[in-house]
Structure formats: C-alpha cells, structure tokens
C-alpha cells in the first residue's frame, strides 16, 4: 500500500508541475528520490505561462551531481592559481558540450552557465554563444536561462568592441570550423527574434514580445549610451546574485563602442514598434488621442513600463523629434489637462513613479523643465514627502535639472530635511550630492540639519540613530544575513563621514562610548565592518581618538585577521597605526605569536602579505625602516620625534610603552637608539 500511495505522489506532483498556466516555482520542493524528475518539473515551471516554455530534456543523476559539485567549486573559488582555474573552467565547458540547452533551463545549473560564461575565454565564450542558436527568443522569456542571457549578451559585448577595435583579432576557431564575427552572429540573433516575434505578436501579447524584443538589443545596439548593469538587473536580481555570491565582473560597469550595423537594427525595431503602436501614422497630426491614452496605459503597467523606459532611452540615438517621448508628453508650453491628470498619477503610483524618475533620468533637459514648472514646481516639497511615489522623482529632478532649478529645489527642502529623513533616507544622499555640484550650496544649513537629525542632545549616538545598531542583525545569535536596509544605512554614514569631519568626529565618539565587545561585532559584521574602515581616516582622526580606537581593535587582532570582514579592518589599521609604532609592533606581535593559525586562513595570509610579516619575522630592523618611510610618506611634512633630556639619572634613555597584556601595559627602559627604533 505505501509503495502504491507512493506512485500516486509522484503521478500527481508531476501532473501540478507540468500544469500549463499555474507559474508554479517547484524548485523549491522536497529532494525526491528522483532527481531527474525534479529537475523536469523545474525547467518546466520555469518556461514563460504563455506557453513558449523551453524544455530540453534533463540530465542524469550523475551528470546533475557533477555539475552541482562544479557549481559550487566555481563559487568557493579556492583555486591555487589563475590557470588551474581556468583549467578546471575548460573542462567543464566541454562537459557541458551538448547540455548546454538543459544546463540554463536549470535553477541550480543555470547559475553554473553564469559563472562559466563570467569566467571563460573568448574561444569559449563564443562557443557557448553557438550554443544557442536559435532559443534566443525563449531563453528571454524563461525564469532561470533569461540570467544567463543577461549574463551573456554583457561579456559578448566585449568581444563585439574588442573585434571592432581590433581588425586583424583571430578568434582562432577549432580546425573545420568557420571563422564568423560576434557582429554577425548577433545580427543573426536579432533577426531570429523579429521572426519570432512577428508569429506571435497579436494584441494579447504584444507587451510580452516588445519586452523581449527590447531587452535583447538594446545592450548592444545602445552599448555606447546605456549603463548595463543599472539597466537590466533588477533589484531583486542584483540582491539575490549578492546572497549566491554571484558576482558580475568589470565587464558590466563599462559601455562599449559598438559597429553601425546593431544602430541600424536598432532603428529598424523602434520605427517598426512606432508604426505599431501608431497603427502606420505617418504624422505626429495623424496619431490620435486614443493612440496616446493606450500607450500611456503601458507607462504604468508594470510588465510593460520598463520596456517603455528603455525605448524611450534608446530612441535618442537617431530620432531627433523623440517620437515615443512625444506619445507620453506633450512638447508645447501651454498646460494640458490630460497631462496634467497623468502626472498627477504618476506622482502617485509606484510603478508610474518609477517609470517618470527614469525618463526624467535620459530625457532632454528643455522636456523636463516642461514638465517641472507647471506640474512640480509650486509643490515640491509635498512631492518630496511621497516616500514610495514622488519623492524619487523629485531627486531625479535634483539630479538632472539646470543649476537654477536645482537651487530653488535646495531652498525648499533643506529646512524641511530632518522630516524626510524619517522616511526616505536617501533624500540626504542626493541633497548633499547637489550641493556639492552647486558649489557647496547651503552646505551649513544642511550639516545642521544633518546633525539635528542624528546627533541631538536627546540621541547623542549617531551609530544608533543612523544604524540603528540596537534593532539590526549585529551581535545576533543565527547568522543573519545583513539587510538591505543596514547596507543603505551603512552607506549613507560612510557618506556623511566623507563629507565633512564633523560626522568623522562623532562617529568616533559613538564608536568610542560603545562597549568593546559592541565595537569588535561591528569589525565582523558583513555592512557595519565598512563603517568601521570608513572611519580609520589616519590624517583625519585626532591622535588621542586613534590611540583610544586602537586600544580596543588591537586586543582581537589575530581573530580579525582571519575573519572575511574583519581582515579588511585589519589592512586599514596598517596606516592607521601610522607614527604609532607601539601599537602598529604590538599588533605584528600578536600575529607572529600566532603565525600558523593566521596563516592556515585565507583571509589570515593577506594581512600576513598587507603587514609585511615575513620581513618582520626574518629582518626585525628592515621592517622597522619600512615602518619608518611608510609613516613619512602619510606624514611628509611632520617633525622627527626628538629625545627629551634625560630625568631623574636616566639621560639619553626612553620609557617606551611595550607590548603587554589585554588590561594594561608595562613600562620598560631603553636606551635612545633603541627607542629611535621603535618610533616612527
């Protein structure tokens, strides 16, 4: 009975995981005994409900093992050196010959197909690229190959502008292959995609197929104007791939020059969804008010309002009139009262919001000034005070407006700072951004707010009152991963703190009234340990407060060491110790005591490089003269210590504090040439 009860289990999970329309995520679901079957119904759930799902087989339990275990060596990244990596790199690229189609449909082999396209060479990498011919179209559409998707047109892109560069470049191909340049094989994937396109776009599903569309080329096609990575990682993308440890690599931080054939491709595919979402006008005069009302529907949808963002980015590249720009907006100075009912919806609306900061972002400056002084200008600081809705916008009006209108924005909202830092944190970021582009304007006014605001008489800790360390995961017993919220917090301190010494000051003294064992969890906290670093500024920090800091941080240094955040405190506290050669010996002297555990450690080994340990270890003397330059380059233009006259019967010698235990130290006597050593 159990075994028959057994089968039916299996026969129903599989009949609601293939059930057409449900969207249902199985990947989630208890480990069955087959483990195939599993990896079916994931790639299954992930294909898109409209039914162009991909499914291309699974594999096997081994080869599921093996690439499982691949995945995870690739994200431990414990490689000797950089050709072992891409050593093992090369060899599961070529076990992944063949599977690469089951590999991206696969929640957990998907983020393998990321990690080896991130790390592959340009062989490889247009190898994969082949790979996939022909399943563009439904890779964009599926939950789990659209990442890789992303991940891959980035790195191609690359190697789109290295070849453009490069006239003689030689991919090399295997012998019998031919020899085709990433630009054709990515105008082969665009015309691949407008076929497919054109059979499915009906009215039902014209957003999908726009999205599709849209995303693809606009990478390259825009490559020179569009940031990539802002562009289309979402935030729950770019948060989730942080908590994997999935990291993007320098390649989506940069644009790229890109050939005049994906601009022409480019113009095609928005001339060609004007006209259909026109009906074929052939004049501004000939669209209608219906036209615009349904294209202002798709601003606000939110399947379809970042496609109109980025066609609305994109269409400056060719199209001096802004066609799609001047389907949402009008471009006249009169007042329209169906515009203005829309901005007010906008204004209001999460997804309309979002949708008006970013056009705002890439919009002519003389379009929104338009927009800002009829509409937003008289209520700016009602706007500002929308913490979901209006108030981004009214920071990407900060952002991107002439100066005049950004200091009558200032004049409006720095009395009001301290209420809107109740709710929106971030306004502080880009009022002190704005008015250090405008010159330090209103700087004063808006230190005191600041100050008022995190430093009052009645909330004398800037540690609690930014970071709200009392609430956050610090200090915590399960291991919590650090919020989003603590990042966002952390990163507005490390602002303040750069922008004037005052806030250096008192998140020093907030550091400094914290118990020690507070102040340590901070050194090993994933975001606070940022702060930590941030504030060991060694020319900015009075030298009684470093004294006074490093009098806690130097008691768990060979811990901190070996610790993936502390480690980084650990490489600050070498300049911080600057002139300070007692504590910068005695922390040396606690990780030479326990120089095997430090250097058994990963993080350990660095410091042990960063402190220059080994020349510590082996020519005391030389690493003392190290220590000596290194101090006058921080310093130049300070004085030597010179020896006081001697007291007491003791001339020419020096009461040199010594390196003791955790509560106190003791006082030895050297001569003066000894003590000239142990200074800086």
């Not at 901070?522 to 800091?549: P, W």
Request: aromatic share 8%.
């Amino acid at each position: 009975m159990a075994k028959a009860r057994g089968r039916k289990l299996l026969k129903k999970q599989k009949k609601d995981a293939f059930a057409p329309g449900t969207g249902e995520d199985v990947s989630h679901a208890e480990h069955k005994a087959d483990v195939p079957q599993e990896e079916a119904a994931e790639a299954a759930a992930g294909g898109s409900a409209t039914g162009n799902a991909m499914f291309f087989g699974v594999l096997d339990r081994e080869e599921l093992e093996y690439f499982k275990q691949a995945e995870a060596t690739l994200a431990l990244d414990a490689f000797e050196t950089p050709e072992e990596k891409q050593h093992f790199v090369a060899s599961v690229v070529g076990e992944a010959a063949g599977k690469e189609l089951k590999l991206v449909t696969s929640q957990i082999c998907s983020k393998l197909m990321e990690r080896l396209i991130l790390e592959c060479d340009d062989s490889q990498l247009r190898t994969l690229f082949q790979a996939f011919n022909g399943v563009f179209f439904g890779m964009a559409c599926h939950k789990y190959a659209s990442h890789v998707l992303e991940t891959l047109l980035v790195r191609s892109a690359a190697l789109v502008e290295k070849e453009l560069l490069t006239p003689s470049f030689d991919a090399q191909p295997a012998e019998g292959d031919v020899f085709v340049s990433m630009e054709n094989m990515f105008l082969f994937m665009l015309n691949e995609c407008g076929r497919t396109c054109e059979r499915w776009c009906n009215t039902s599903m014209r957003r999908m197929c726009c999205g599709c569309l849209i995303l693809i080329p606009v990478l390259e096609a825009a490559a020179s104007t569009v940031q990539n990575n802002s562009t289309l990682r979402s935030k729950k993308s770019k948060i989730a791939r942080k908590m994997i440890e999935l990291g993007d690599n320098e390649d989506f931080n940069r644009t790229y020059q890109t050939p005049e054939s994906f601009k022409g491709q480019l113009r095609d595919l928005i001339t060609t969804l004007y006209g259909s979402f026109t009906n074929g006008a052939q004049s501004k005069a000939d669209v209608t008010t219906s036209m615009v009302t349904k294209f202002r529907e798709l601003c606000v949808d939110k399947v379809a309002s970042p496609v109109v963002q980025l066609i609305i980015q994109v269409e400056g590249i060719f199209d001096r009139d802004r066609s799609f720009w001047r389907l949402v907006f009008a471009v006249g100075d009169e007042k329209d009262a169906k515009e203005e009912s829309f901005l007010e919806y906008l204004l209001s609306d999460p997804v309309g919001s979002h949708f008006l900061e970013n056009v705002i972002a890439f919009g002519r400056i003389k379009y929104v000034e338009r927009l800002y002084r009829p509409y937003m200008a008289d209520r700016i600081v009602k706007l500002a005070k929308r913490d979901t809705t209006g108030a981004f916008v009214v920071q990407s009006l900060l952002k991107h407006l002439k100066s005049k209108e950004v200091r009558e924005i200032l004049d409006a909202l720095v009395p009001e700072l301290d209420i809107l830092l109740n709710s929106n944190m971030d306004f502080g970021t880009t009022i002190i951004e704005s008015s250090n582009k405008e010159g330090n304007y209103l700087r004063e006014e808006v230190i005191g707010q600041l100050v008022k605001k995190y430093y009052s008489a009645a909330e004398a800790n800037i540690l609690e009152s930014a970071l709200s360390l009392s609430s956050s995961t610090l200090g915590n017993t399960r291991d919590d991963w650090p919020t989003v919220d603590e990042r966002r917090r952390s990163l507005f301190l490390e602002q303040l703190i750069d922008y004037d010494d005052k806030f250096l000051n008192i998140t020093t003294d907030s550091m400094l009234a914290l118990p020690e064992e507070r102040l340590l969890q901070m050194c090993y906290h994933g975001v606070f340990s940022h702060v930590v670093e941030h504030v060991l500024q060694v020319q900015r920090v009075d030298f009684i407060k470093r004294k006074l800091l490093l009098n806690v941080l130097c008691k768990d240094a060979v811990g901190m060491a070996c610790n993936a955040y502390a480690s980084h405190v650990m490489d600050k506290l070498w300049d911080f110790t600057a002139k300070l050669a007692l504590y910068k010996e005695r922390i040396a002297g606690a990780l030479m005591k326990e120089s095997e555990k430090v250097k058994n450690s990963t993080y350990g080994r660095q410091v042990w490089k960063n402190w220059n340990l080994e020349l510590y270890a082996r020519k005391r003397w030389d690493w003392k003269q190290l220590v000596k330059e290194h101090d006058k380059e921080l310093f130049p233009d300070s004085k030597p210590l010179q020896p006081k006259s001697a007291k007491h019967g003791m001339e020419g010698q020096k009461a040199v504090r010594t390196p003791g235990n955790h509560t106190r130290d003791r006082i030895s006597m050297v001569t003066g040439k000894e003590a000239e050593g142990d200074r800086s």
